[in-house]
């Protein structure tokens, strides 16, 4: 994937005709990765989400917009596999998927960061982000944890993270924009396809704000659909494609960013504006 990203510059770079990369990742880029087709959500009485349905295209950030509540990390964890819908299909690359754990979420290249980020401070970067996918080394019986190996991969994705995060620090000496270079760095282990990202920078420091975005742009960079969840108006305003909006469950607006405005999408979270 990153050597047809390469290519692709290549070419731009020289000026010349568009080769068949470029019109392998415009093609791309017009194919919905995944359409999600009136799907909603309720616990007991409570309806989370309310008949959403929405497409998502290669190389896309969409900023998710809504008030506490709105049911924004219910709709992504539902994405990822950690819920069910109640009602509703999704289909990725045209074919309907059925979850029911987010390990299968993975296999299809669907990775969340949550909103509590879900690392173990008491461990390293590198042992986090091979948390649960860990490599190992030897012949069956005897597989020991490949330190070594993990230690390096780990490097080279904080590397390609353009990150300063080093391997063999621990979680709970980081920083905030740190631990979230982490949980990144966690979903660049396989070839995902999408990123979803629930409040990366609700809790961290502007330089550090400045840094995840810039991680957001390398992932989109890589053809990757990224969701960014935000409350964060010029965060969204400064690394989103798209802005969907959610009210009460629903979705109340789903377009281009530079067709929107700050103002407009305040109305929209707060209900002064009903819909667009
Ligand atoms: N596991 C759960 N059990 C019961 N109710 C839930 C559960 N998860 C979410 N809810 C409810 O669903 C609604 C939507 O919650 P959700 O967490 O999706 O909102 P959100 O838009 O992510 O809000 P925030 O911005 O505060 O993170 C809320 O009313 C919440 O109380
Ligand atoms: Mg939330």
């Not at 979803?196 to 992932?219: H, K, Y």
């Given at each position: 994937?990153?050597?047809?990203?390469?290519?692709?510059?290549?070419?731009?770079?020289?000026?010349?005709?568009?080769?068949?990369?470029?019109?392998?990742?415009?093609?791309?880029?017009?194919?919905?990765?995944?359409?999600?087709?009136?799907?909603?959500?309720?616990?007991?009485?409570?309806?989370?989400?309310?008949?959403?349905?929405?497409?998502?295209?290669?190389?896309?950030?969409?900023?998710?917009?809504?008030?506490?509540?709105?049911?924004?990390?219910?709709?992504?964890?539902?994405?990822?596999?950690?819920?069910?819908?109640?009602?509703?299909?999704?289909?990725?690359?045209?074919?309907?998927?059925?979850?029911?754990?987010?390990?299968?979420?993975?296999?299809?290249?669907?990775?969340?960061?949550?909103?509590?980020?879900?690392?173990?401070?008491?461990?390293?970067?590198?042992?986090?982000?091979?948390?649960?996918?860990?490599?190992?080394?030897?012949?069956?019986?005897?597989?020991?944890?490949?330190?070594?190996?993990?230690?390096?991969?780990?490097?080279?994705?904080?590397?390609?993270?353009?990150?300063?995060?080093?391997?063999?620090?621990?979680?709970?000496?980081?920083?905030?924009?740190?631990?979230?270079?982490?949980?990144?760095?966690?979903?660049?282990?396989?070839?995902?396809?999408?990123?979803?990202?629930?409040?990366?920078?609700?809790?961290?420091?502007?330089?550090?704000?400045?840094?995840?975005?810039?991680?957001?742009?390398?992932?989109?960079?890589?053809?990757?659909?990224?969701?960014?969840?935000?409350?964060?108006?010029?965060?969204?305003?400064?690394?989103?494609?798209?802005?969907?909006?959610?009210?009460?469950?629903?979705?109340?607006?789903?377009?281009?960013?530079?067709?929107?405005?700050?103002e407009e999408v305040t109305g929209l979270i707060t209900g002064a504006i009903e819909?667009v």
């Open positions: 994937m990153e050597r047809r990203v390469r290519l692709s510059l290549a070419s731009k770079q020289a000026g010349s005709e568009r080769t068949d990369s470029d019109k392998f990742w415009e093609a791309r880029r017009l194919v919905a990765v995944l359409e999600l087709t009136n799907i909603s959500k309720h616990f007991g009485a409570i309806q989370a989400v309310n008949d959403v349905s929405f497409s998502l295209e290669a190389g896309q950030v969409v900023g998710l917009m809504g008030d506490n509540g709105a049911g924004k990390s219910t709709l992504v964890k539902m994405i990822a596999g950690n819920f069910r819908p109640s009602h509703g299909t999704m289909r990725l690359d045209g074919t309907e998927i059925v979850m029911h754990r987010p390990k299968e979420a993975r296999l299809h290249g669907i990775e969340i960061v949550h909103q509590d980020l879900a690392l173990c401070n008491n461990l390293t970067a590198a042992a986090n982000v091979f948390l649960g996918r860990e490599l190992r080394r030897g012949i069956w019986p005897i597989r020991i944890l490949d330190y070594k190996a993990m230690y390096k991969r780990a490097g080279e994705i904080f590397r390609e993270l353009k990150s300063e995060t080093r391997p063999r620090d621990l979680v709970k000496q980081m920083s905030g924009g740190q631990r979230q270079a982490v949980a990144i760095g966690r979903t660049m282990l396989s070839e995902a396809k999408i990123v979803l990202m629930d409040e990366p920078t609700a809790a961290i420091s502007v330089r550090q704000v400045a840094e995840v975005l810039n991680l957001i742009r390398e992932l989109r960079d890589r053809g990757i659909v990224v969701v960014l969840i935000s409350h964060r108006m010029p965060d969204v305003f400064s690394v989103a494609d798209r802005v969907i909006v959610m009210r009460r469950g629903r979705k109340v607006a789903d377009k281009p960013i530079a067709a929107s405005s700050p819909q």
